[in-house]
């Protein structure tokens, strides 16, 4: 038997999991076509659920604001794959997955990190889930988040 509140927890977490692979899609436009992140954002979300939209507004508020400091933290934890040579799938994955250790305080970092993984493996296959993994997984070790 399913409870109200796991069920609530679920339909959270899938709308979440929207939110996130609308925000990858908008830093990839972003990234190649040098679109406005925001404009783009905007024409995609009024299919979107309440909840989605907000926090893909919430995470692509705090990417764009940080993302210099999330690039830098790419390549001090692959200093052998510079960042242009990385795919733009794998650099807005991790920036993602930054903003979300950084700052969504109700967001685990395993969860973080198994999010973005499997949207790495997702839309990029598993060589990217694993240079993601990889990266994450330096970081975690390097500069414990909350639990």
């Given at each position: 038997?399913?409870?109200?509140?796991?069920?609530?927890?679920?339909?959270?977490?899938?709308?979440?999991?929207?939110?996130?692979?609308?925000?990858?899609?908008?830093?990839?436009?972003?990234?190649?076509?040098?679109?406005?992140?925001?404009?783009?954002?905007?024409?995609?979300?009024?299919?979107?659920?309440?909840?989605?939209?907000?926090?893909?507004r919430?995470?692509?508020?705090?990417?764009?604001?940080?993302?210099?400091?999330?690039?830098?933290?790419?390549?001090?934890?692959?200093?052998?794959?510079?960042?242009?040579?990385?795919?733009?799938?794998?650099r807005?994955?991790?920036?993602?997955?930054?903003?979300?250790?950084?700052?969504?305080?109700?967001?685990?970092?395993?969860?973080?990190?198994n999010?973005?993984?499997?949207?790495?493996?997702?839309?990029?296959?598993?060589?990217?889930?694993?240079?993601?993994?990889?990266?994450?997984?330096?970081?975690?070790?390097?500069?414990?988040?909350?639990?």
């Amino acid at each position: 038997m399913v409870t109200i509140g796991a069920a609530a927890g679920r339909q959270r977490g899938e709308a979440r999991r929207r939110a996130r692979c609308l925000v990858v899609e908008v830093l990839y436009e972003w990234d190649i076509a040098h679109h406005d992140p925001w404009v783009s954002l905007e024409r995609v979300l009024p299919q979107e659920s309440q909840v989605e939209a907000d926090y893909a507004r919430k995470l692509l508020r705090d990417i764009v604001e940080h993302k210099e400091q999330f690039d830098r933290l790419i390549q001090r934890y692959a200093p052998a794959w510079p960042l242009d040579q990385r795919t733009a799938i794998d650099r807005n994955v991790l920036r993602l997955a930054f903003s979300e250790l950084f700052f969504s305080d109700d967001v685990p970092p395993k969860v973080a990190v198994n999010e973005a993984v499997e949207i790495a493996r997702d839309y990029a296959g598993e060589p990217s889930s694993r240079f993601v993994n990889g990266v994450l997984g330096k970081h975690l070790a390097q500069a414990p988040h909350k639990k």
